[in-house]
């Protein structure tokens, strides 16, 4: 089969009443070399016949796979490994895109010399909400070339933003499937910027949806503060390891992220669980310790906010 420029990846769970809004977006699209990729995570509505009829009718491939629920980041992992494009987009079961998004992410991307793009990988670009208004911060300059780590803490830029990242490179991150529960996201980019730049412009590349059922909108209690405990222990630990020194440029925003094991340290104990994953090194141990208070009154916090 042709290999498509850019797969697009949408995971997917009982949302067939926002699929449809997702299909008619990526239709949309002026540029047309990719291919969509499903992978349900256990959906018990009318997903997968939805996708079976649009199948049919669409003038790009669309591969649809259902697997057990096992949360976004086993779906992510399948869907990378189902992929058959060079660029990996992960497109949301709730958002759209304007009609020229890939167009923007192709040109933007053979903006950089190909002698150069192994160093990178991908572009990202701005979100606007439904009113049209940016969600979150622009970029200083256009393009800017960083890394999630370098923006966020070095330049505090912040705010929904979205982009593709190179297939190959995402199958050198692979979430960890062995946590239990939901692992955030912020894990994998981490690691990834420790070793890649991306390519960060001012387009408009995505509109943002808010539905009532979005993890945004949960209402927080303590089964689900436990339920995304150990994945919370395990990133926090991760971060303290590998990005403690970014505590002399940002302590704030490290002391936040680095309390969150300990936040969610008791929680796995209130709930009866032990704590597997704490920090390795002297510095990262060093920075959990001192942000536990922190931690303490999150905890402390949740506890209330959910009674």
């Known amino acids: 089969m042709a290999t498509p420029l850019f797969t697009i990846f949408t995971p997917t769970y009982n949302r067939a009443h ?4 997702v299909y008619e977006s990526i239709t949309a699209q002026t540029f047309r070399d990719f291919e ?14 939805l996708i079976a009829g649009w199948a049919a009718e669409a003038d790009f491939p669309i591969r649809y796979f259902h697997q057990t629920n096992g949360h976004k980041k086993t779906a992510f992992n399948h869907g990378v490994r189902e992929a058959r494009g060079e660029l990996f987009l992960c497109w949301d079961s709730d958002d759209t895109a304007p009609a020229d998004a890939l167009r923007i992410f192709h040109d933007r991307w053979n903006s950089i010399p190909e002698a ?6 991908g572009v990202t670009g701005l979100c606007i909400d439904e009113q049209g208004v940016i969600v979150g911060d622009s970029y200083p300059t256009d ?3 960083s890394d999630t780590l370098s923006s966020t803490l070095g330049d505090g830029i912040g705010g929904e933003k979205w982009g593709f990242q190179r297939t190959a490179v995402l199958r ?3 979430f960890p499937e062995f946590i239990e529960g939901l692992v955030g996201e912020g894990l994998i980019w981490n690691a990834i910027a420790r070793k890649y730049r991306t390519r960060y412009v001012n387009d408009v590349v995505r509109i943002y949806h808010i539905e009532q059922d979005s993890l945004i909108h949960s209402r927080k209690t303590v089964a689900k ?5 150990e994945g919370q222990c395990f990133a926090a630990a991760d971060f303290a390891d590998h990005e403690w020194r970014w505590f002399f440029r940002a302590p704030i925003k490290v002391l936040k992220v680095a309390a969150n094991h300990g936040r ?3 929680h796995l104990r209130r709930g009866g669980g032990s704590v597997r994953h704490s ?8 920075l959990a310790l001192l942000a536990w208070p922190i931690g303490f009154v999150a905890f402390l916090y949740d506890e209330l906010g959910s009674s």
């Open 18 to 21: 926002t699929l449809p809004r």
């Open 36 to 49: 969509w990729v499903v992978v349900d995570d256990g959906s018990t509505d009318n997903s997968a016949e």
């Open 116 to 121: 150069e793009r192994g160093a990178y990988v």
């Open 143 to 145: 393009p800017y070339d």
């Open 172 to 174: 050198e991150y692979p």
């Open 225 to 229: 503060m436990r339920g995304v405990a």
């Open 264 to 266: 969610f340290s008791l």
């Open 279 to 286: 920090p390795r090194t002297f510095p990262g141990r060093f």
